[in-house]
Every structure is written in structure tokens, then in C-alpha cells.
């Protein structure tokens, strides 16, 4: 395929409520999607990025930046130097740095040009990643944060829609002094729900520390997510050898390289995988194999996408599956967090999604929706001398 040009669009969403963690409120979701146009077809991506920058992931703004001044260059350069031609979804990620704005890009990239290769054949994603009969539908988990005022009633409540919804895995967003009640207060409710807890790095490698945490045994919880920083291994795997409850690892799951490294320090019992952090689908896969390997079962995490970004992700997570027993991935509807998703979602029955098996990876940005919102477009021609 012949490279046209590659917009970039921007576009305000807002949270249905305020998403709070230990690391921070999430207020409003920002959205970049990468739009990649060729003579033959063209395809959508979504960055993962949000409107603030953690500890291990960059701001919107920044990647945004870097879209511009080295991504949307470096695909066209590419595409000059194969006269005009397109690279392959399976090459993008190699014109991008290691940074973790890169690795942000190099998922958002692949996927615009994976959904374009994939419409021009009209073929889905789970064709192209080989989903088998019995993966084509999988159980949805869901995340509920820190209530503002650290409310009760209202965790309950989101908790309560949330498996009305038929999350069958609930995430808790946890933080020093907002963790043993509001779980025992969940699990009384909800006495057969698979429940874990993401501290986000908050805690510390202190014995007082570890046994807070270990009280969730009495609750039942699957496991602690993150409960330390994320760049020391060696105290993570330190800790999780004093933790009665098994230790997962998100943030600090940067790179392939990264997870094998965490890995081989025997720092986790489960791993949280986000292609947005990763550096995309085929990243992704190589994480989990060596996940698969070390017999730490996965699930595939996310960003609070909207429906094109989660529509990735819910077939990457039925490959997984297929490849290697894992937990339920984080892949209810967007529509249950965002105010509005501008592309839809497969709708989610009995707690259960199907993949979607149109052509394409998802369902691309509704134009209507996008002019409503006002969304902000940036045009880059590709240029041929």
C-alpha cells in the first residue's frame, strides 16, 4: 500500500466519575488517535497515554509532541525509502526509540497500520492473530478507585454496577490506610467475586507495611498488585517472598526485557500486561511467552481506552489465552467509564464479549462523534522526491 498522509486526532473525553488511585485522580480522558491513510485502504489506532504523567508512563501532551516531531516523520521516511510503500505493521515498532513515549507511539502506530492492512483484505484482527474456536468470547474484569472522601457507600455502589455489568474479576484500587476495610466491606457484599487490589506503589518494604497486606488473606484477595515502586526488583521480590498473598507487577512491566527481568528475580506470582506500555500487540506477545515459561499466568491490563484501543485489547487477551492459561483481562465496556466512547464496543453479555470479527482491528472513531466533540484534526501529507 502507497502512503498517503497520516492525521493525528485529538479529542476531550470525560470520566462518567472521577477514577481516583494512589498515584493520583483521573479527571478527564484525553484521547489521540493516529489515522493512517494509503491508496488502498486506511487504518485507525489509539494512543494510550493519559492526560497525566506516572511515575513510568508519560503525559498525553508529551507523546503527543513526540507524534509530531519524530513518529509521523520517521513512517513517512520509511515509507520513502520503500517507494512510497507502506512498512508492515510487524516493522513500525522498529522505527521507534525505547523510551516509554516511543513505546506509547509504536502501539499506537502498529495499530493504525495493522487495521489498515487488515481492511484492505477485509479480515479481522482474531483472523490475523489466529484465534481458535472456544477464544472467540472471554470473561470481562473491571477497576473501581479510591472513592472521593474515601466514601464507602460509594465504592459499594460502583462495585454493585460493576457486577451487574458481569465483571467476574473486580481490581480495587488501594492505598496506605484505604485497603483491609473497604475489602472486607466489598468481599461481605460480594462473598463469591475474584477480587485484587492495586496499590499503584504506594506501600513501602517495611514490616509494618507487609503485614497490612497480609490481612487481605482473610478477605481472600487473588493477589496485591504493585505494592512497591516500581524500579527496584529486588525489593519487590524481597517482598512478595514475605507476603503471604501473591505479588502481581504492572508499572514495573516496562519492556519485554523488563518482564524477563522481574521474572528471573522471582519478583511476581501474576503480571498485569499493557500493550500501550509495552510497545503494542507483538510486544505484548513476546512478554507473555516468557511469562508462559516462567508458569506466571497473565492478564492483559489497559489504559481506560476507548472502544478501538479496548477492541485491540480484548483480542490480544483471547490469543493469550489461547497461548497460555491466564486471569480475566481488563476488557469491559469503555462505556462504563467514559461519558461517551467515540468508536463502541462488542456489547458484553452475561459477564462474557465476543471478539469483534469485522475487518479491521475495531470500530474507527465515528466522524458525527468527533465534530461534536469538537475533536482538533492534524493533517501530514506524505511527500515524495
Excluded at 494510550?48 to 501532551?61: C, I
Excluded at 512497591?228 to 502481581?248: E, I, M, N, S
Excluded at 505484548?284 to 508462559?292: F, I, K, N, Q, V
Aim: net charge negative; glycine share 10%; proline share 7%.
Amino acid at each position: 500500500m502507497r502512503l498517503t498522509g497520516v492525521e493525528l486526532v485529538r479529542v476531550e473525553l470525560a470520566f462518567s466519575n472521577e477514577i481516583g488511585t494512589a498515584a493520583g485522580v483521573h479527571r478527564a480522558r484525553p484521547v489521540l488517535y493516529v489515522r493512517v491513510v494509503a491508496d488502498e485502504s486506511e487504518g485507525w489506532g489509539e494512543c494510550a497515554a493519559l492526560g497525566d504523567a506516572t511515575s513510568v508512563d508519560p503525559a498525553l501532551d508529551e507523546v503527543e509532541a513526540l507524534a509530531v516531531d519524530r513518529a509521523v516523520p520517521r513512517l513517512c521516511g520509511a515509507s520513502t525509502a520503500r517507494n512510497g510503500q507502506l512498512p508492515r505493521a510487524a516493522e513500525v515498532p522498529q522505527l521507534f526509540g525505547s523510551s516509554p513515549a516511543d513505546r506509547m507511539l509504536a502501539a499506537a502506530f502498529e495499530m493504525a497500520v495493522s487495521d489498515a492492512e487488515l481492511r484492505a483484505v477485509d479480515r479481522p484482527l482474531s483472523a490475523s492473530l489466529g484465534i481458535e474456536t472456544g477464544f472467540e468470547a472471554l470473561p470481562v474484569g473491571a477497576v473501581v478507585g479510591i472513592p472521593a472522601g474515601r466514601d464507602l457507600d460509594i465504592l459499594l455502589k460502583e462495585v454493585g454496577g460493576a457486577v451487574a455489568a458481569g465483571a467476574t474479576r473486580l481490581r480495587m484500587k488501594i492505598e496506605p490506610g484505604w485497603e483491609l476495610e473497604p475489602v472486607r466491606r466489598v468481599r461481605s457484599a460480594h462473598p463469591e467475586l475474584v477480587i485484587q487490589v492495586d496499590a499503584n506503589g504506594s506501600f513501602r518494604d517495611t514490616d509494618e507495611d507487609v503485614a497490612v497486606l497480609a490481612a487481605l488473606a482473610d478477605s481472600g484477595v487473588l493477589c496485591v498488585e504493585q505494592p512497591l515502586p516500581p524500579a527496584d526488583l529486588v525489593a519487590l521480590a524481597r517482598f512478595a517472598r514475605k507476603l503471604p498473598v501473591p505479588v502481581c507487577l504492572d508499572e514495573s512491566l516496562t519492556t519485554p526485557r523488563r518482564v524477563v527481568d522481574a521474572l528471573r528475580n522471582k519478583a511476581c506470582a501474576m503480571a498485569c500486561l499493557k500493550p500501550g506500555r509495552l510497545g503494542g500487540v507483538r510486544a505484548t506477545r513476546s512478554a507473555h511467552a516468557a511469562c508462559a515459561e516462567a508458569g506466571v499466568p497473565a492478564f492483559v491490563g489497559g489504559f481506560f481506552e476507548t472502544g478501538l484501543g479496548r477492541a485491540s485489547n480484548l483480542a490480544l487477551a483471547a490469543r493469550l489465552s489461547q497461548d497460555a492459561t491466564g486471569l480475566v483481562s481488563d476488557l469491559g465496556d469503555p462505556a462504563g467509564y467514559l461519558s461517551i466512547d467515540p468508536c463502541g464496543y462488542p456489547p458484553v453479555v452475561d459477564g462474557w464479549v465476543r471478539v469483534p470479527d469485522q475487518p479491521g482491528v475495531g470500530r474507527a472513531p465515528d466522524a458525527g462523534v468527533l465534530d461534536r466533540l469538537e475533536a482538533r484534526r492534524r493533517w501530514f501529507p506524505a511527500t515524495y522526491t
